[in-house]
């Protein structure tokens, strides 16, 4: 009963900080030249996604780990920030993803792999991004992989080490290969617009749950 109560309340620090972090991708979109919409799931979407995964985060690891469960969360109000901005604008803001990576190299240097490790991951995985992204607009004549998602795949690396972010990447690549399918089936179009960021970030999401 605590632990749930401790969920519950944490899921509310969440919806705050979801707010906060929807506040600031307003501003951040300013400062870009953007126009932030004002759709509902714009709107309400971070703070609702912040409360459940911060709840669930703190269900998991709890009052006794509360230093940890802290610093996953800065973590994962990166990542939803993340997906609704990429959503939004089909752009990961360097603003954000820049000092997330230096965090996470600090984090896994103190909590994680031996220090090169998460070093030597986050810059395989930003490198072989950065090779699809190339092959991808050389032989196809289009845009496959942005940058900021070579920049997302990096930061990954840097915070989920090896041989996790293996996982974090099938598991985004797979979510997004349906979702792909799917926007191309509601456009009836297979040159429908889509940003990979989100899909790679559940996927990030999803193994910083499983860590211990």
Do not use: C, N
Request: zero cysteines; charged letters at 10%; hydrophobic letters at 65%.
């Amino acid at each position: 009963m605590t632990t749930l109560l401790f969920a519950l309340g944490w899921g509310v620090v969440g919806a705050a900080a979801g707010w906060f972090a929807r506040w600031g991708s307003v501003r951040l979109a300013r400062l870009e030249g953007l126009d932030p919409g004002a759709r509902p799931w714009q709107v309400y979407g971070p703070p609702v996604l912040a409360a459940l995964l911060f709840a669930v985060f703190a269900y998991d690891l709890g009052l006794s780990h509360f230093l940890l469960l802290a610093i996953r969360s800065v973590f994962v109000l990166v990542l939803v920030q993340v997906i609704f901005f990429d959503l939004e604008h089909r752009l990961i803001l360097d603003r954000v993803i820049f000092p997330a990576m230096g965090l996470a190299v600090v984090v896994s240097i103190l909590y994680g792999q031996p220090w090169w490790a998460g070093i030597a991951t986050g810059l395989g995985a930003g490198v072989l991004f950065l090779f699809l992204s190339i092959a991808g607009s050389t032989l196809l004549r289009a845009e496959v992989l942005g940058f900021g998602d070579v920049k997302l795949a990096a930061f990954m690396g840097f915070l989920l080490g090896w041989p996790a972010i293996v996982d974090a990447v099938f598991i985004g690549v797979l979510v997004g290969a349906l979702a792909a399918i799917a926007v191309g089936i509601w456009h009836r179009s297979l040159k429908a617009t889509f940003a990979y960021g989100p899909y790679l970030a559940i996927g990030a999401l999803v193994l910083l749950y499983q860590m211990h």
